[in-house]
C-alpha cells in the first residue's frame, strides 16, 4: 500500500527557493504544491483544501497580508508565513491577522520541518496514538471547550478559532484562576523553547481576547500578568462533563 502523503501548499515568488523547499519536505514525506503569486495562491487554498499553507508575505498580484485575510474570512487551515528577517512589524500584523507561527528568511530547513510538524500536530490528530482523545468538555461560565470535535461555544454561539488559539484557551481554562508563565505556553502550545525576544504567544494571546470578549460583567477574561505570563479569570463555576 502507498503511503498517503500530507499536501502543503507553498505560496512563493522566489522559484530557487520553492525548489529547494519542495525537494527536502518531500524527502520528509510531504506532498508539495507551489504557487508562485497570492492570487492564484489564495484560488488554490479553497479548491486544493491543503493541510497547511507556508505564505510568504512579499509577493506579486496580492501580498502575503491580503491573502492571509481572505483566508481567514473563509478558512482556519494553519498558516505559517514567511518574513524577512529583523522585520518585526511583518510577524506582528501576519500573527494579527491569524497566521499560526512565521518563520523569518533565510531559515534552515529543519527548522521549517520542525515549525511544520508542531502546527500539523496541534490541527490534526494523531492517528497513530493508541489512547483515545480527550473527550471531556471543559465549561467555565458561558464558554464551553469541547477537545473531541475541537470547538468553543461561547454564549451557545461557536468561536472560529485557529488551532493555535485553542489550545492556548484549553491550557489557560485548565488552569483557570492560575499564572501560567510565558514560558510554558510557549512550549506547551507553540511547541518549541522560550526565546525573550519572540512575542508570537502574546499576539495569539491578543487575539483569543478579542474573540473571547468580557465577562459578562465586563471584566477581562485573560489577564495579563506583567513579566509573568497570563491568567484566565473565573468569572463563573468551572467544570468538566
Request: a negative charge.
Amino acid at each position: 500500500m502507498n503511503e498517503i502523503k500530507e499536501s502543503i501548499l507553498l505560496i512563493d515568488d522566489d522559484v530557487e527557493l520553492c525548489e529547494l523547499v519542495e525537494e527536502y519536505l518531500q524527502t520528509e514525506g510531504f506532498e508539495i504544491d507551489v504557487v508562485h503569486n497570492g492570487t492564484d495562491g489564495l484560488e488554490r487554498v479553497f479548491s486544493s483544501e491543503p493541510i497547511l499553507v507556508i505564505l510568504d508575505v512579499m509577493l506579486p498580484g496580492a501580498n502575503g497580508f491580503e491573502v492571509l485575510r481572505r483566508i481567514r474570512s473563509r478558512s482556519q487551515v494553519p498558516v505559517l508565513m514567511l518574513t524577512a528577517r529583523g522585520d518585526d512589524v511583518d510577524r506582528i500584523v501576519g500573527l494579527e491577522i491569524g497566521a499560526d507561527d512565521y518563520l523569518t528568511k533565510p531559515f534552515n530547513p529543519r527548522e521549517l520541518v520542525a515549525r511544520i510538524r508542531a502546527i500539523l500536530r496541534r490541527s490534526q490528530p494523531d492517528e497513530s496514538d493508541p489512547r483515545p482523545p480527550k473527550q471531556k468538555k471543559t465549561v467555565l461560565g458561558d464558554v464551553e471547550l469541547d477537545p473531541g470535535s475541537r470547538t468553543v461555544l461561547r454564549g451557545g454561539q461557536q468561536l472560529q478559532l485557529t488551532a493555535v488559539e485553542f489550545d492556548l484557551l484549553e491550557c489557560l481554562l485548565g488552569r483557570a484562576g492560575t499564572v501560567i508563565k510565558r514560558e510554558e505556553l510557549v512550549e506547551a502550545v507553540l511547541g518549541r523553547a522560550f526565546s525573550p525576544f519572540d512575542r508570537s504567544i502574546d499576539m495569539h494571546v491578543s487575539n483569543l481576547r478579542k474573540k473571547l470578549g468580557f465577562h459578562g460583567d465586563g471584566s477581562e477574561r485573560i489577564k495579563s500578568i506583567r513579566s509573568v505570563g497570563y491568567i484566565y479569570t473565573q468569572s463563573g463555576e468551572l467544570h468538566s462533563g
